[in-house]
């Protein structure tokens, strides 16, 4: 499984992005999907992730401003950021997994190491 994440950039704070990630290779429908990120001198965090069946979780802080999606005929998932801030500036990471069901895929905000595998990252940089 190749994934391929697009669409970082900078922007001014309260401004949008969407970020991308495309899946190659063996793929499936089932798979966990989410988004970690890591910001300079930061621990990775999770920051979305999207079952299956399209239950999603969210980290606290980007609640209300960041939304995940996927397109399994596209095999892509999607995140979008509104309202961005500056705490926002980071490398953003796709991730895939193998964690069955849906209800444990959301669970796995802090578990990275479930997921088997990565895109290369994507660089968000919010500024005032």
């Known amino acids: 499984v190749q994934l391929v994440e697009s669409g970082g950039g900078s922007v001014q704070a309260g401004g949008s992005l969407r970020l991308s990630c495309a899946a190659s290779?063996?793929?499936?429908?089932?798979?966990?999907m989410g988004w970690f990120r890591r910001a300079p001198g930061k621990e990775r965090e999770g920051v979305a992730l999207?079952?299956?069946?399209?239950?999603?979780a969210y980290e606290d802080s980007v609640k209300d401003r960041f939304a995940i999606s996927r397109d399994n005929a596209k095999n892509t998932v999607y995140l979008q950021m509104d309202r961005l801030q500056l705490e926002d500036t980071a490398t953003y990471y796709c991730?895939?997994?193998?964690?069955?069901?849906?209800?444990?895929?959301?669970?796995?905000?802090?578990?990275?190491?479930?997921?088997?595998?990565w895109g290369q990252g994507t660089q968000v940089t919010v500024s005032s």
């Open positions: 991730a895939a997994g193998r964690i069955y069901p849906s209800g444990f895929c959301i669970q796995a905000m802090t578990r990275p190491a479930d997921f088997g595998y």
């Open positions: 290779g063996y793929t499936s429908r089932s798979f966990c």
């Open positions: 999207i079952g299956s069946d399209g239950r999603s």
